[in-house]
């Protein structure tokens, strides 16, 4: 857990707001190209983006069965500071809509919960918490001017899935981190096996060397979330996307016997930016691309929908 908590405060100290050189040398290649994909006269659309996947984290780890009645996880739920994850995802957004209409002119919008709405969201519980936040998304749009101009508006809000995903836990939903610790069986190393098989192995990545490793034991940083399209001007749903991604990292030289601790708080928030960033890109293009993240690059700041983001 100690890993988990620094990595949390690692990603609160990231630049709110930033672009990875090679996605902004992807997205202005990408525009230029595509400058000429409107006739003249023809008023390019305007998309408007917006990541609310919050600032919070899920960390749920297994544990050893005792009974049918209770589920064999503990779960908690740590904050973190400023808007990294959201900012992360809406970098993702931006190039993938760059790629997909690059014609198009982006506003970029920040988002967060107040205090009143984020209770509310605390104490309601899976899909009604889905629920309950994109309707105060919208409410909160509703107001705005400037939506008038622009054609549509894509949203990233965290999504809830009851069932195992992926031979992970249950009930996980938006970010968050996943340990499990209890091994089965053998562990391999086999590059040419499928992603799961009869011993209860799967396919991880060693996040040191970046080779595939076949073991029952990891930490996999997750992301659960739907794109929502709207009509900018009526808000009416025009489409829905779920999508669910995760990385599962085990090192098997690591001298640490608890499999959270193999990656360094760094790493652990490395990983979990670059898969909120990936997930969101993908979800405007496909998962048949790529994304790569390098070194931070500053971009314009993002103004808020209405009044002051926090």
């Given at each position: 857990?100690?890993?988990?908590?620094?990595?949390?405060?690692?990603?609160?100290?990231?630049?709110?707001?930033?672009?990875?050189?090679?996605?902004?040398?992807?997205?202005?290649?990408?525009?230029?190209?595509?400058?000429?994909?409107?006739?003249?006269?023809?008023?390019?659309?305007?998309?408007?983006?917006?990541?609310?996947?919050?600032?919070?984290?899920?960390?749920?780890?297994?544990?050893?069965?005792?009974?049918?009645?209770?589920?064999?996880?503990?779960?908690?739920?740590?904050?973190?500071?400023?808007?990294?994850?959201?900012?992360?995802?809406?970098?993702?957004?931006?190039?993938?809509?760059?790629?997909?209409?690059?014609?198009?002119?982006?506003?970029?919008?920040?988002?967060?919960?107040?205090?009143?709405?984020?209770?509310?969201?605390?104490?309601?519980?899976?899909?009604?918490?889905?629920?309950?936040?994109?309707?105060?998304?919208?409410?909160?749009?509703?107001?705005?001017?400037?939506?008038?101009?622009?054609?549509?508006?894509?949203?990233?809000?965290?999504?809830?899935?009851?069932?195992?995903?992926?031979?992970?836990?249950?009930?996980?939903?938006?970010?968050?981190?996943?340990?499990q610790p209890l091994a089965r069986n053998i562990d391999l190393i086999d590059d040419s096996?499928?992603?799961?098989?009869?011993?209860?192995?799967?396919?991880?990545?060693?996040?040191?060397?970046?080779?595939?490793?076949?073991?029952?034991?990891?930490?996999?940083?997750?992301?659960?979330?739907?794109?929502?399209?709207?009509?900018?001007?009526?808000?009416?749903?025009?489409?829905?996307?779920?999508?669910?991604?995760?990385?599962?990292?085990?090192?098997?030289?690591?001298?640490?016997?608890?499999?959270?601790?193999?990656?360094?708080?760094?790493?652990?928030?490395?990983?979990?930016?670059?898969?909120?960033?990936?997930?969101?890109?993908?979800?405007?293009?496909?998962?048949?691309?790529?994304?790569?993240?390098?070194?931070?690059?500053?971009?314009?700041?993002?103004?808020?929908?209405?009044?002051?983001?926090?």
């Open positions: 857990m100690r890993v988990v908590a620094a990595a949390v405060l690692a990603l609160g100290g990231l630049a709110s707001i930033t672009m990875s050189g090679a996605l902004a040398a992807t997205a202005a290649a990408a525009t230029s190209t595509g400058a000429s994909a409107t006739t003249p006269g023809e008023r390019p659309p305007v998309i408007a983006l917006m990541a609310a996947v919050g600032d919070r984290i899920t960390v749920v780890r297994q544990k050893p069965s005792v009974g049918t009645l209770l589920e064999p996880y503990t779960r908690r739920t740590l904050k973190v500071a400023g808007q990294a994850l959201n900012d992360a995802a809406l970098r993702g957004l931006a190039l993938g809509v760059s790629q997909e209409s690059p014609e198009a002119e982006q506003v970029l919008l920040r988002w967060t919960a107040n205090d009143e709405l984020m209770q509310r969201l605390e104490e309601a519980r899976g899909n009604e918490r889905d629920t309950m936040l994109l309707d105060a998304i919208i409410e909160h749009l509703r107001p705005v001017a400037d939506r008038q101009r622009w054609d549509r508006i894509e949203i990233i809000v965290p999504k809830y899935r009851r069932y195992e995903a992926n031979g992970m836990g249950t009930k996980l939903q938006g970010i968050g981190i996943y340990t096996m499928g992603p799961g098989d009869d011993n209860g192995t799967q396919r991880v990545v060693n996040p040191t060397t970046g080779e595939v490793v076949r073991k029952s034991t990891f930490v996999a940083p997750f992301i659960f979330f739907e794109r929502v399209t709207l009509d900018a001007r009526t808000l009416h749903v025009l489409a829905r996307k779920q999508q669910f991604d995760a990385t599962k990292y085990n090192d098997p030289m690591s001298d640490e016997r608890d499999v959270s601790q193999h990656l360094t708080p760094a790493q652990m928030a490395e990983k979990l930016n670059y898969l909120v960033e990936r997930s969101a890109y993908q979800a405007i293009r496909g998962k048949g691309g790529t994304v790569d993240v390098t070194t931070p690059v500053p971009v314009q700041a993002m103004p808020a929908a209405s009044g002051t983001a926090r």
